[in-house]
């Protein structure tokens, strides 16, 4: 369905980026404020309007969806802001139910970018699919961190079927938050044929701060060479800051 007219009315009201894509001049705070608040009371269907807006590559000179990009950005932020959490997690769903489809991947990346600022714990789960496309995996896992709520589960869950940079972006994460759940499976990482599945693995440990990875990451820093040595060996200092800090108990035994 094609947005309406009043919504492209309200997102022509959105400053235009200069030739370098940026928004330095021409900001009129309360003009945009007010016509957020407007495409806010539209509801879904304002939401959804804005993402139809949203067209990958952008076509001659048109700008409208890169204000509606901004709109849809500004009103992120805005439903983050109020007091009430329902706006916020409608907001969150219908950009999620707009993902896994047949929309463009580079749209869909920006709506997860935009779940990154505004996702809670109720699209965990729709993130979670995303981890098996080679296009999504990284905004989607990145998203997940930020949550945080749910995010560890889905995870783990993904990490067993992925690999090459799916599987590298699933690791980095689990070390992002710290999940002692995943070490089994982090240790087994540690061995893998993959240089850049070694040293993610060994780093997640460490973040972890796992006790009973000690002895595993510094065999794999000793046996390491050249630049992978010197990564592997931050990794060990990494975790002995971890075990040592004052009040700190590790994450695992």
């Not at 707009?98 to 809670?120: I, M, S």
């Not at 079927?161 to 799916?166: I, S």
């Amino acid at each position: 369905m094609a947005p309406s007219g009043q919504l492209k009315a309200l997102v022509d009201q959105m400053p235009d980026p200069d030739e370098r894509g940026m928004y330095c001049t021409d900001i009129d705070k309360e003009k945009i404020e007010k016509a957020v608040a407007a495409m806010h009371k539209g509801g879904r269907k304002a939401i959804v309007g804005l993402i139809d807006m949203l067209v990958e590559p952008l076509q001659g000179d048109d700008v409208r969806p890169v204000k509606a990009k901004y709109a849809l950005h500004c009103l992120a932020l805005a439903v983050c802001n109020l007091a009430d959490e329902g706006p916020r997690s409608e907001f969150s769903l219908t950009l999620a139910s707009q993902l896994g489809g047949d929309r463009p991947k580079a749209v869909q990346a920006y709506l997860v970018q935009e779940l990154q600022t505004a996702g809670g714990k109720e699209v965990a789960g729709t993130l979670g699919t995303l981890l098996a496309d080679d296009v999504l995996c990284e905004p989607a896992a990145q998203a997940l961190a930020a949550i945080g709520d749910g995010a560890a589960e889905q995870l783990r869950s993904a990490l067993g079927k992925a690999a090459g940079k799916r599987r590298l972006t699933i690791i980095q994460n689990l070390g992002v938050l710290r999940d002692a759940t995943s070490v089994a499976a982090l240790r087994e990482a540690v061995g893998d044929p993959d240089a850049g599945i070694r040293l993610a693995a060994g780093w997640a440990l460490a973040n972890i701060g796992d006790r009973g990875a000690v002895d595993l990451l510094l065999k794999a820093a000793g046996a390491a060479k050249g630049w992978e040595r010197i990564q592997m060996t931050k990794a060990c200092l990494l975790l002995a800051e971890k075990l040592q800090a004052p009040g700190k108990q590790s994450a695992t035994a």
